[in-house]
C-alpha cells in the first residue's frame, strides 16, 4: 500500500509515519520543513522524503500521477491560531488553497485512492456556546485559520459528494504529545508549558488561565486515523477527535506542577485575540467505529513528561 502523508516531519506526521511504516506500508512524505523537523522522520525504513511545499502544483501532480496512492493523510499546515492572525495571507495559501489543489490532483490523476483524509481543527466551532461541540453543531470561525479550515474541510466533502472522491474529515481537538514543537511563541501550550517547566522558566497564561481545551494524546489521534481510514462508512464524514473531557490551562499548570514537583513562576497577559474561551469534544459518532480513548489528562502527561 502507497501512502503519502503531507506535513509527515512534523509532530502528527510523524507519529502517523510510524504507525504505517510499522505495518509495512510504503510511505511518501512531503513537508517544507517549516515548523517540522526531519530528525522526527530520520529513524523511519521504507520512507520517501520531498523537501518540498505541498502548494507546489506542479510537483505535487507530478508526484500523484506517478504513483497513484492508495491513502492520502493531508497534515501540512499552518497549525496556529495567533500566526494566522498576524499572517493570513499564509494560512489562506497553505490551509485552503494548497488543500485544493490536492483534491484536484487527486480527482485528476488518482484510480487507487481509498481515502484522503483531511486534518481540520476544533477551532472551527468558535466560540460556540453549546458544548461539548457536536459535528452537526454550527460553525462560527473567528480567526483567518477557522475560516481557511473550515472551507477546505467543505471542499473535501463536496469533492466526496460530486465526484465520489473517498474523503474523510477529522476535527482534531487539543492535540499533544512527543515530538510537539516547543520552540516558537506559535506551538501548542502544553509544549510550551512543558519546555518551561523542564527549564525552570516563568509560563504566561494569555487571559486568567480558566479557558478550557480538549486535550488529546497523539496515541488515541492515532487509533482515529486508523479507525477512519479501515471503515468504508467513514467516507463523505466529519469526526471530532477528542476526548470529550475538557481541562482549564490552569488545571494542567497543576499536573506539571505536581508531577515536576517544581513550584513554576508565571504571569498573566492579556487574552490573545481570536482566542476560543471553552472547548471539548462529543466523540459519540468516532465512538460508534471503536474510537476509545486510552489517556485522560493525567496519563497523557504523565506519559508525556517521562518520555521528555
Ligand atoms: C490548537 C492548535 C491548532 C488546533 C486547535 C484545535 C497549536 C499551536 N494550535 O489551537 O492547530 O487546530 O488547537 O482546537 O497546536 N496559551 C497561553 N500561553 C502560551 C501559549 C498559549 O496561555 O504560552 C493559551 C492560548 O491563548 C489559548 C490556549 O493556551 O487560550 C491554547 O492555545 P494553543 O495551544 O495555541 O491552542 P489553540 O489556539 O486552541
Not at 506517478?66 to 497549525?79: G, K, P, Q, T
Amino acid at each position: 500500500m502507497k501512502m503519502l502523508i503531507t506535513g509527515g516531519a512534523g509532530f502528527i506526521g510523524s507519529h502517523v509515519c510510524e504507525f504505517y511504516a510499522q505495518r509495512n506500508y510504503e510511505i511518501f512524505v512531503v513537508d517544507n520543513l517549516s515548523s517540522s523537523n526531519l530528525e522526527n522522520i530520520m529513524h523511519i525504513e521504507n520512507l520517501t522524503f520531498y523537501q518540498k511545499d505541498v502548494s507546489d502544483c506542479d510537483f505535487m501532480e507530478q508526484l500523484i500521477k506517478e504513483h497513484d496512492f492508495d491513502y492520502v493523510i493531508h497534515l501540512a499546515a499552518l497549525v496556529s491560531v495567533a500566526e494566522s492572525i498576524a499572517h493570513p495571507k499564509i494560512s489562506l495559501k497553505n490551509n485552503l488553497e494548497a488543500s485544493l489543489n490536492l483534491l484536484i490532483n487527486l480527482r485528476k490523476h488518482s484510480k487507487k485512492l481509498k481515502k484522503a483524509l483531511f486534518a481540520s481543527s476544533a477551532a472551527v466551532y468558535g466560540n460556540l456556546e453549546k458544548l461539548p461541540k457536536a459535528p452537526e453543531d454550527q460553525v462560527l470561525p473567528q480567526s483567518p485559520y477557522a475560516i481557511d479550515k473550515y472551507a477546505a474541510e467543505r471542499n473535501f466533502i463536496i469533492f466526496n459528494e460530486l465526484f465520489g472522491l473517498p474523503t474523510t474529515v477529522l476535527r482534531f481537538f487539543n492535540v499533544y504529545g512527543e515530538r510537539q514543537n516547543d520552540s516558537s511563541p506559535y506551538s501548542g501550550v502544553i509544549s510550551i508549558m512543558l519546555h518551561k517547566f523542564k527549564h525552570d522558566e516563568k509560563f504566561i497564561f494569555f487571559g486568567d488561565g480558566t479557558q478550557t481545551r480538549d486535550f488529546v494524546y497523539i496515541a488515541d489521534v492515532i487509533q482515529a486515523i486508523n479507525l477512519v481510514l479501515m471503515h468504508e462508512e467513514a467516507t463523505g464524514e466529519v469526526y471530532n477527535v477528542g476526548t470529550g473531557h475538557q481541562t482549564s490551562l490552569k488545571e494542567i499548570f497543576d499536573v506539571f506542577s505536581e508531577i515536576s514537583k517544581i513550584d513554576l513562576e508565571f504571569e498573566h497577559q492579556d487574552a490573545r485575540k481570536g482566542d476560543i474561551k471553552y472547548s471539548y469534544a462529543e466523540i459519540d459518532k468516532l465512538s460508534h467505529l471503536g474510537y476509545t480513548p486510552q489517556f485522560d489528562i493525567h496519563s497523557g502527561l504523565n506519559n508525556l513528561y517521562k518520555k521528555m
